[in-house]
């Protein structure tokens, strides 16, 4: 019998990693500066949730702010931005059929970074778009960035692999200037912020600005999962994906827009991030196999613990200061880098 | 199944094809030979859909190529390309099931149905042991098995395929051409192949169209078509052409220069390759 056991192997994978998840996220939380114990967290995420229909009390309200209002929504906004990171980073490694792709590489983010900016120092379009400035400036300025990658990397009809990487460096250095510059000549003052664009950062992020980016990364994972099965077949080629009754151009184009929306509301609330895109998917893919139905949500998962991990480490290495979190995954991400290009295969 | 009315595409000015016209019906295996450049892959490409002529026309059915949706078409026509099967981590089971995605819905699963016809499939080309393999720890040959196995489950009513034989060794190559006569035989299908060898071309094909500089210059039956003028016309080389021992059907044998100069040893030649075991080429 043919069995579904892709079915099997994401259920399985998915139950530990989403338990990984939650046991993490409960410890990261009680991690800092202030002491907070393992049960007084679960007490607290109980008396805000259910508190309504049980009499759940919060431990004092100390404590309890510091968990609601300060740790969760950081922790909450840097599973969401982990998971659309490495979301994106599956999509576009798989339609690039390369395994260096990634958005932090392909300059989208840099892209995204510079249009977040623009948007919140000058406040341009904000009469018209209202909240959804700083999301609408990041994801335009993001497919920017990405054509002009996808351009100039393309010789000919190919899109090799040294050219696309050389290319990306090309716009995140250009963009990551002109970034520097907006920032200098709007608020001289507040040159701090570059820093946060530059390196990422989820320091000092309110329920607010969590809510307001969960739409776009929920609907995104699920839109990609949609298009599972034509990534797989992508793999074999864009021609045989065409023969096998992909409509090519159009499933391209969308989910590269897909994977740009993600991280445009990523990179708007967090600033650039690096290689959660590039180390998840392949970590993923050689444990859980190449099936993008399994790959994309195991990948979010993972892509959520790690950037908690991150995050949390960033907030309490250097306690009382913070380091930026790009810091972090740079550190792990770029040797993780060197070892690829070192070994790699072609595909 | 497919007919061509003078289909002409030119790249950049210059003329690739110039007004052919063919036809593949079902039962039916149409080989398409000639000399490199000719305009063979290009052909491949339009009759396949992946491009429209500049001019004339191609269908599918009797209706316009262009005017199937890219899953309707792939219900019904399975391409292999010259490329073959990249070596995917993808296990055998999981490629031979790409080749159900025409037939499947939206949502990422897989149908009872799906599973049903893959099976069949995995036992009809003894992959059943290699189901759970990694393709690519395959060799080029076993891959090419493969792609024709998803081209199974694919349930087309015509196949096209470019030069399939290209990068294997003989007794790959005459696996892969048996096994899609026999699945030919037996569900009627129209196969179109691009074949480099003329002498598999010859035992394998119906008919064969023979193109050079873009244009048709030869169509019909083997016979018809491997003759000595029309080969020394087309590829310039001058050939020896005798029966197969077996088949009679014609199989053409390359004289080297140097047996040219001496040709009185020519006929000895001719003698000696009839006997030896190299007919194939």
Redesign the interface.
């Known amino acids: 019998?043919?069995s579904?056991n892709?079915?099997l192997r994401l259920a399985g994978w998915s139950f530990l990693l989403t338990a990984v998840l939650l046991f993490s996220a409960v410890t990261a939380v009680t991690m800092g500066a202030a002491e907070v114990g393992f049960f007084e967290v679960w007490q607290v995420i109980g008396h805000h949730l259910f508190g309504g229909w049980m009499s759940i009390p919060e431990p004092d309200p100390a404590t309890g702010a510091i968990v609601w209002k300060i740790r969760l929504p950081r922790l909450v906004l840097s599973v969401l931005v982990g998971a659309s990171l490495a979301g994106a980073g599956v999509v576009f490694q798989g339609l690039l059929r390369n395994p260096l792709a990634d958005p932090y590489i392909l300059g989208v983010s840099s892209g995204a970074a510079l249009g977040a900016a623009i948007a919140l120092f000058t406040e341009w379009g904000s009469a018209v778009l209202g909240g959804w400035t700083v999301p609408a400036w990041a994801f335009a300025l993001g497919c920017f960035a990405l054509f002009l990658v996808l351009r100039l990397a393309r010789v000919g009809s190919v899109l090799r692999t040294e050219t696309l990487i050389l290319s990306g460096v090309v716009i995140q250095t250009f963009f990551g200037a002109m970034l520097t510059y907006v920032i200098a000549t709007i608020s001289a003052e507040e040159l701090k912020q570059i820093h946060l664009w530059l390196m990422g950062s989820l320091a000092l992020r309110q329920w607010d600005q969590t809510m307001a980016v969960m739409p776009f990364l929920l609907t995104g994972t699920a839109l990609i999962?949609?298009f599972?099965?034509?990534l797989?077949?992508f793999?074999?080629?864009e021609?045989?994906a065409?023969?096998?009754?992909?409509?090519v151009r159009r499933t391209r184009l969308w989910l590269l827009l897909m994977a740009t929306l993600m991280t445009a509301a990523a990179v708007a609330v967090s600033g650039t991030i690096g290689f959660v895109g590039l180390i998840i998917p392949h970590i993923m893919?050689m444990i859980a196999?190449?099936?993008h139905?399994v790959l994309i949500p195991v990948s979010a998962l993972a892509g959520a613990i790690l950037l908690m991990w991150a995050d949390t480490l960033a907030r309490t290495v250097l306690d009382p200061r913070e380091l930026p979190v790009g810091v972090i995954t740079a550190f792990i991400g770029a040797p993780f880098f060197a070892w690829l290009l070192k070994r790699r295969r072609s595909? | 199944m497919l007919t061509a009315e003078g289909i002409t595409q030119s790249y950049g000015g210059t003329v690739v094809l110039r007004g052919i016209d063919l036809e593949v019906n079902p039962g039916e295996t149409v080989g398409l030979i000639g000399p490199n450049g000719s305009g063979k892959t290009t052909l491949v490409r339009l009759l396949?859909g992946?491009e429209t002529p500049d001019a004339g026309s191609v269908k599918l059915k009797g209706r316009e190529l262009s005017a199937w949706?890219?899953?309707?078409?792939?219900?019904r026509?399975?391409?292999l390309?010259q490329?073959g099967?990249?070596p995917?981590?993808?296990t055998v089971?999981?490629?031979v099931?790409?080749?159900r995605?025409?037939h499947?819905g939206?949502?990422?699963?897989?149908g009872r149905e799906d599973?049903?016809v893959?099976?069949q499939v995995?036992s009809q080309t003894s992959l059943e042991r290699e189901r759970h393999q990694s393709v690519d720890r395959m060799s080029g040959g076993e891959r090419q098995r493969v792609a024709i196995a998803k081209a199974m489950a694919?349930q087309p009513e015509l196949l096209i395929l470019d030069e399939p034989t290209t990068f294997l060794d003989i007794s790959h190559q005459l696996a892969i051409l048996d096994r899609i006569r026999s699945w030919q035989r037996k569900e009627g299908l129209a196969v179109l192949v691009v074949l480099h060898d003329l002498n598999l071309a010859a035992q394998y094909c119906d008919r064969l169209l023979m193109i050079q500089n873009g244009a048709l210059v030869r169509e019909g039956t083997p016979a018809d078509v491997i003759q000595s003028s029309a080969i020394r016309e087309v590829y310039g080389v001058e050939p020896v052409i005798i029966p197969h021992p077996l088949t009679r059907i014609p199989q053409v044998l390359l004289r080297p220069e140097s047996v040219d100069r001496r040709s009185r040893l020519s006929k000895e030649s001719v003698s000696f390759s009839a006997d030896s075991r190299y007919t194939f080429g």
């Open positions: 019998m043919t579904n892709w079915l999962w949609m599972s099965r034509q797989n077949l793999a074999l080629g021609r045989s065409g023969h096998l009754g992909v409509s893919r196999g190449p099936d139905r595909w | 396949s992946e949706s890219p899953r309707e078409r792939a219900r026509v399975a391409v390309p490329e099967l990249p995917v981590a993808f089971e999981e490629v099931t790409m080749g995605h025409p499947q939206p949502w990422p699963w897989t599973r049903k893959v099976d995995l694919q």
